[in-house]
């Protein structure tokens, strides 16, 4: 069930931990609901990956394991224990299997995952991970679903509806705090999914029990930070509507950011204000710890973001101190993602330093404020709405153009609203900033997600400065940003399956990619 997106769940976050948010993140998260369809705790996990998918190459080296296990044993995508995970859940006695099975799979980052408890209790689900740490369970026990993380679920497993029992289930729409009321049926009865934006109560159940036996009941708890709600409305969803309303309302795309926001999220705008700077806060943190030096041996590269500045205080780098600034930062929080430190995947893990390493490596250099920081979050995070609601952040989907190339196109419209640029050049620093990079392939070396990761982020805040700079200028940016984002949805889909975070194609097939495979495995 998509919604309008939302820049807490879809664009900036999750704060997490791991090297991927597709992987490590959207495992943990699909982990959490997959535990709640048991009444108790897990003892045996089957988890099949589709042969030609691309968590079949990648679910070890980029989390999706321990991500999921952590899941399984009740821990969010922050958890230090995600590293320990399987070692606890053998200590527990839990059995896990993984296994690479030839099945249809509608989505490359598909799990199909088979449940026991110790009464013998079971539950099939399928699950899969769309992008920057957001999730959808498609399918549970035989019966089609759409559950995203964004409501309280209450499941209930019936036998086949009468008439009456459907026009009753129908009804609890129109109450409080039911939301929707989703029916799956089979020839052996019906789930139904009552959303809500609170736990539902037991006397909705009971007055259910009038009409039908309630076989089974699941709560599934939300895992994503803003709930959906139904009959939503949201005041644009294109770039051309948000130039509209910058006008009517003589606002900046900060000010735009936090209008949307609230009326996604049914909140004030002081709570959107409040949610953004503290994930600046983790941001600043994360940021800090990398230019002090990381530790972590299970990686490509060692703690390298303070050999930036050592070069520019021995005159040894070219003169630009804002770039060397933006270099230096967004180093250090590639670095704090590839040692498992907590970063904030905006818009995904694998693109998490574009954005926070310009505006606030940036922000560094010419002194500015925290408020001005925040305000640059938020424009950006706009931005990041229009390409989730028009395209997706997957790689496995559209290459790194979806997670880098979107993590600059958001961070030069952030740029420019840190010098406090208009809306319309906001929106045109974007533009630019996504057509210079149209077409970036996925193709990680060792399948991690660090060769060449850190460089195209570098790469990627440098071009969100030029795109800033040259739209504060006034130079044409040609094609409006509805058109780029449909354009680089097209291109990114007609990309080869082997560059689009498979581990089949680019430099990950190189010699020396295959040699630090080897080295690697030797380590884990």
């Known amino acids: 069930m998509k919604l309008h997106p939302s820049i807490f769940n879809d664009v900036i976050g999750p704060v997490m931990r791991g090297p991927s948010s597709s992987h490590t993140a959207a495992s943990v998260r699909i982990g959490n609901l997959a535990a709640e369809l048991l009444s108790d705790p897990i003892t045996e996990a089957l988890i099949e990956f589709n042969t030609e998918g691309s968590l079949a190459t990648t ?55 088979s449940l026991k408890s110790a009464s013998g ?61 989703v029916i799956s049926e089979t020839g052996e009865g019906a789930l139904i999914d009552i959303k809500s934006t609170e736990p539902l109560p037991d006397s909705f159940i009971d007055a259910i029990q009038k009409y039908c036996d309630v076989l089974q009941v699941r709560r599934l708890k939300p895992v994503l930070p803003a709930l959906s709600r139904k009959n939503c409305t949201v005041p644009f969803l294109s770039a051309v509507e948000i130039l509209n309303a910058a006008t009517t309302n003589c606002a900046d795309l900060a000010e735009l950011a936090m209008m949307y926001e609230s009326a996604r999220g049914g909140c004030n705008q002081s709570e959107v204000w409040d949610k953004m700077a503290a994930i600046v806060a983790i941001m600043r943190a994360s940021i800090e710890s990398g230019l002090q030096g990381t530790t972590y041996e299970d990686r490509i590269l060692g703690s390298q973001a303070g050999k930036i500045q050592k070069a520019v205080a021995a005159g040894k780098a070219i003169p630009c101190d804002l770039n060397n600034s933006v270099i230096a930062c967004t ?83 952030g ?41 195209k982020n570098v790469m990627a805040a440098v071009n969100a ?27 990114g889909r007609s990309l080869p399956y082997e560059l689009r975070c498979t581990g089949y194609g680019g430099l990950s097939i190189t010699p020396t990619s295959k040699k630090i495979e080897q080295q690697l495995k030797t380590i884990s």
């Open 59 to 113: 679910y070890r080296s980029q989390g999706s394991a321990i991500g999921l296990v952590a899941g399984f044993l009740g821990y969010d995508t922050k958890a230090p224990e995600i590293l320990t995970s399987e070692e606890e859940a053998a200590q527990k006695g839990i059995r896990i299997t993984f296994r690479i099975t030839d099945y249809k799979a509608a989505h490359p980052n598909t799990y199909r995952i």
């Open 415 to 455: 740029m420019v609203q840190l010098m406090n640029g208009s809306a319309e050049q906001a929106i045109n620093a974007a533009s630019m900033a996504l057509q210079n990079i149209m077409g970036m392939v996925c193709d990680p070396v060792a399948n991690r997600v660090e060769v060449p990761c850190l460089s």
């Open 121 to 181: 209790e079971t539950a099939c689900l399928t699950a899969i991970s769309t992008g920057g740490g957001m999730i959808e369970l498609t399918e549970i026990n035989g019966f089609s679903v759409s559950i995203c993380g964004d409501f309280h679920e209450t499941l209930l497993r019936l036998p086949p509806l009468s008439r009456d029992a459907e026009k009753a289930l129908r009804e609890l729409e129109t109450k409080d705090p039911v939301e929707f009321v």
């Open 331 to 413: 180093m250090a929080m590639m670095e704090v993602k590839s040692s498992m430190g907590v970063i904030v995947a905006a818009p995904t893990a694998g693109a998490c330093a574009v954005l926070p390493g310009s505006i606030l490596g940036a922000a560094t250099a010419l002194n500015l404020s925290n408020g001005q920081c925040i305000k640059a979050m938020l424009a950006a995070g706009l931005i990041g709405v229009l390409i989730a609601g028009h395209s997706t952040f997957s790689a496995e989907i559209c290459g790194c153009q979806a997670e880098c190339g979107a993590g600059s196109g958001m961070a030069a419209a």
């Open 465 to 491: 400065i030029s795109s800033a700079n040259m739209a504060l200028a006034g130079v044409d940016a040609v094609i409006p940003l509805d058109e780029v984002i449909q354009a680089m949805d097209a291109v």
